[in-house]
């Protein structure tokens, strides 16, 4: 199984390849995602993981492309990033974009929004992050998951897609 760890940093996971733009990183190779084409043949991996890496990037939909092009077809892409209403996904300057659970509806197969792009994913499991302790528990119990996650700033502080590439 071919991994890649797309923006590494210094948590590559065990046995990929990571990529990274900072040389203080655990990179195997030194880039910038910002700079597509990437530099991987077409089909290549089986797993493609970032992790808070996505909402870094100048293009979004340019590296989506790029992952649907260098994964196999029914490889796994796992992202992680902050959830759009978290403190976590504003206060940081270098954001660029910010993340939601209808993100990646643009690029699914049957979407009435995927003609920007011809890079399909379907979506395989897409979980929450979060945070706020037990007043957030007491109010998920009382009012329920949905309308705690769309209202309440910080909730939910991260979200995790597992994606799968249709080819």
């Not at 940093?9 to 597509?36: F, Y």
Request: with cysteine; proline share 4%.
């Amino acid at each position: 199984m071919r991994v890649l760890d797309l923006g590494c940093g210094k948590k590559k996971l065990k046995g990929a390849l990571g990529v990274d733009i900072s040389k203080d990183s655990d990179a195997d190779i030194i880039a910038d995602l910002n700079h597509i084409p990437l530099p991987f043949k077409d089909n290549s991996f089986d797993l493609i993981h970032l992790d808070n890496v996505l909402e870094h990037l100048d293009n979004l939909i340019g590296v989506m492309e790029e992952i649907w092009r260098i994964a196999k077809p029914g490889a796994r892409v796992v992202i992680k990033a902050p959830w759009y209403m978290s403190k976590g996904a504003f206060q940081d300057p270098t954001h660029r974009h910010f993340i939601t659970d209808k993100t990646f509806d643009y690029f699914l197969p049957n979407s009435e929004y995927n003609f920007y792009t011809k890079a399909r994913f379907r979506i395989r499991k897409l979980k929450y992050i979060w945070g706020g302790g037990l007043k957030i528990k007491i109010l998920r119990i009382i009012l329920g998951d949905r309308l705690v996650r769309e209202s309440i700033m910080n909730a939910v502080v991260g979200i995790e897609f597992e994606l799968e590439v249709v080819k």
